[in-house]
C-alpha cells in the first residue's frame, strides 16, 4: 500500500465470535462474524475510508500505477464511494486548479465526497456517456469499475451478471476513453471471463487480470486492467 492511499497496511487484532441471536440467519452471523474479524475493515474504519473495497483500488494501482496526478476519471457504480475517495487522492482532484478530477456516477444518491463531482444516474441511459463526459470536461482518462449485481448465492447465475456488467462497463469505456486510456472493472473467474478478455486485447495495448490481497480469499473475484487504449476494435 502506498503512503498516498493509507497510512498503514491492516493488521490483525484479537478474534471476535458472534453468537447468533434470535431470528439471525446462521448466514448473517457468519457475514457478521467475518465482518467484526476483517483487517480490512478495521483499518477502513480507522482511515475514514466509506468501504474496505478502497483498499482493493488502492492494492491494484499500487501494481500497475494507473492513477497518475492530473488525469480524468470515471467511478462507475461508485456507491458508497470507497474508490472514488481513493481516486480523488491519488489524481490531486481536492485541488481543483492544478489536479485532475473524477465524476462517480450510481444509481443510488451518495454523500458529499472532497474532490468528485457525484452523478445520480445509469451509465447505460441514452445519453449518458455525452452527460458524464460534460461534466468531466472531456474524454476519460480511466474508467474503473467495482460494480457487482446483488448475488443470489447459484454460482453461475452471478457469475453471469457480473460479467454482464463487466461488458456493459467495457462498451461503454469504449465510447468515453481517451486514446491511451485505462479500464479497470471487476468480474468473477469461470470461463466467460476469457472472452471479454479477448475482446479487450483488441482495443488495449496491455490487458492483465489481478487478485488484490483485500479481495478476500475464498472470493473468486478478480479485476482486469487494461491499459494504453487504442480505439474500439
Known amino acids: 500500500m502506498t503512503r498516498r492511499h493509507a497510512k498503514a497496511r491492516p493488521g490483525r487484532g484479537a478474534h471476535v465470535r458472534v453468537k447468533t441471536a434470535k431470528g439471525r440467519k446462521l448466514s448473517s452471523t457468519l457475514w457478521l462474524q467475518r465482518q467484526l474479524n476483517d483487517p480490512y475493515v478495521e ?28 488525469i480524468k ?14 481516486i480523488a487522492t491519488a ?26 463531482e457525484l452523478l445520480t444516474l445509469d451509465f447505460l441511459d441514452d445519453g449518458a456517456p455525452e452527460t458524464i463526459m460534460a461534466s468531466l470536461g472531456g474524454p476519460a482518462d480511466a474508467v474503473l469499475s467495482d460494480m457487482a449485481p446483488r448475488m443470489t448465492g447459484h454460482a453461475k447465475t452471478d457469475h453471469l451478471r457480473i460479467m454482464a456488467l463487466a461488458e456493459a462497463a467495457f462498451a461503454f469505456a469504449t465510447e468515453v476513453l481517451a486514446p491511451g486510456g485505462v479500464f479497470v472493472a471487476k468480474v468473477l473467474q469461470g470461463g466467460t471471463e476469457k472472452d471479454l478478455l479477448t475482446e479487450m486485447k483488441t482495443c488495449f495495448a496491455t490487458v492483465r487480470h489481478a487478485k488484490p490481497p483485500a479481495s478476500r480469499s475464498d472470493s473468486s473475484e478478480i479485476y482486469v486492467v487494461a491499459i494504453g487504449f487504442r480505439g474500439a476494435g
Do not use: C, H
Open 43 to 70: 483499518a477502513a474504519t480507522r482511515e475514514g475510508y466509506r468501504s474496505r473495497a478502497a483498499y482493493k483500488l488502492a492494492e491494484l494501482d499500487e501494481r500497475f500505477k494507473f492513477l497518475k496526478k492530473g
Open 91 to 116: 489524481i490531486g482532484s481536492k485541488n481543483r486548479s492544478t489536479g485532475g478530477r473524477v465524476v462517480a456516477i450510481d444509481t443510488q444518491p451518495m454523500d458529499p465526497i472532497e474532490g468528485a
Open 73 to 86: 476519471v470515471i467511478d462507475l457504480g461508485a456507491a458508497p464511494g470507497g474508490w472514488t475517495q481513493v
